[in-house]
T-cell receptor
Framework: AQSVTQLGSHVSVSEGALVLLRCNYS??????LFWYVQYPNQGLQLLLK??????LVKGINGFEAEFKKSETSFHLTKPSAHMSDAAEYFC?????????????FGKGTKLSVKP | GAVVSQHPSWVICKSGTSVKIECRSL??????MFWYRQFPKQSLMLMAT?????????EQGVEKDKFLINHASLTLSTLTVTSAHPEDSSFYIC????????????FGNGTRLTVT
């Protein structure tokens, strides 16, 4: 069975500061990993994904994440936070590539950005 | 632009009535669609997998007679909440995989259901 743990339900940073959202996963097979962002009362938008190959994945809006198998982690980072980054972020894992199967989501981390 | 359209974006209904939510793939065919439910400040929980031309597959604990799913075409899946109760109030989101190219799921913008 697969699972996702997001450490910290709420993260607050200052504008311009580093953003670090933590995600650890559990999977018995090589995982496919995703980060999604959700704005209030909206669906989810894909930020980035890891399937195979390069472990450092770059996504939209300046976000990136690194797959570390030894640590079973897929933390999301952004060097400099913008006010527009304030949203809910979900880490997800799939063993079907995410394109044919469903995703297992973490509980989400709400990011607040202070001026 | 959006590739999955969900309608309505919000709906208020009275207890005992039924509500239908539509999920459409706009520029691709989706033989499979997924329906999620999201409670306030919680993650998305998969309710069921909608399969075009066949019965939906429901997750454990989801009442199939209450949450009716129909996937009548390759671009449309509907979720009907029957005899709605206040505890059914939630945010419902659909998603569809675009096959090929390794693309992940595309999500609708969700439907906020409030049952009074």
């Amino acid at each position: 069975a697969q699972s996702v743990t997001q450490l910290g339900s709420h993260v607050s940073v200052s504008e311009g500061a580093l953003v670090l959202l933590r995600c650890n996963y559990s999977s018995s097979v090589p995982p496919y990993l995703f980060w999604y962002v959700q704005y209030p009362n909206q669906g989810l938008q894909l930020l980035l994904k890891y399937t195979t190959g390069a472990t450092l994945v770059k996504g939209i809006n300046g976000f990136e994440a690194e797959f570390k198998k030894s640590e079973t982690s897929f933390h999301l980072t952004k060097p400099s936070a913008h006010m527009s980054d304030a949203a809910e972020y979900f880490c997800a894992v799939s063993d079907y590539g995410g394109s044919q199967g469903n995703l297992i989501f973490g509980k989400g981390t709400k990011l607040s950005v202070k001026p | 632009g959006a590739v999955v359209s969900q309608h309505p974006s919000w709906v208020i209904c009275k207890s005992g009535t039924s509500v239908k939510i539509e999920c459409r793939s706009l520029d691709f065919q989706a033989t499979t669609m997924f329906w999620y439910r999201q409670f306030p400040k919680q993650s998305l929980m998969l309710m069921a997998t909608s399969n075009e031309g066949s019965k939906a597959t429901y997750e454990q604990g989801v009442e199939k007679d209450k949450f009716l799913i129909n996937h009548a075409s390759l671009t449309l899946s509907t979720l009907t909440v029957t005899s709605a109760h206040p505890e059914d109030s939630s945010f419902y989101i659909c998603s569809a995989p675009r096959t090929g190219g390794g693309s992940p799921l595309h999500f609708g913008n969700g439907t906020r259901l409030t049952v009074t």
